[in-house]
């Protein structure tokens, strides 16, 4: 089974800024991507941005601009750097890394972006 830690959620201001902390453990051969998500209450949970193993990244349409997907390999953990955040920002994100084709999912950390 795959572990997946996040860590660095809390409350910030808009404008502000978060970064989160993804780590992956236990039997992590096989993960060929990893990524955040989120769901916002009364709402489906969504990609937010997502990153292989061989670099290719995604973001939603929505987030581009403003937030960074990265990875440290050596580490096996994946990090969401979160700038200019808004109130529509507010939600759970959710690690998430994929292996064999199936995911995996963390226990997700609670992002409010309010003044």
């Known amino acids: 089974q795959v572990q997946l830690v996040e860590s660095g959620g809390g409350l910030v201001q808009p404008g502000g800024s978060l970064r989160l902390s993804c780590a992956a453990s236990?039997?992590?051969?096989?993960?060929?991507?990893m990524g955040w998500y989120r769901q916002a209450p009364g709402k489906q949970r969504e990609l937010v941005a997502i990153?292989?193993?061989?670099?290719?990244?995604n973001y939603a349409d929505s987030v581009k601009g403003r937030f960074t997907i990265s990875r440290d390999n050596a580490k096996n953990t994946v990090y969401l750097q979160m700038n200019s955040l808004k109130p529509e920002d507010t939600a759970v994100y959710y690690c998430?890394?994929?292996?064999?084709?199936?995911?995996?999912w963390g226990q997700g950390t609670q992002v409010t972006v309010s003044s």
């Open positions: 998430n890394a994929i292996k064999w084709g199936l995911p995996n």
């Open positions: 990153i292989t193993t061989g670099g290719s990244i």
């Open positions: 236990g039997s992590i051969f096989g993960i060929n991507a």
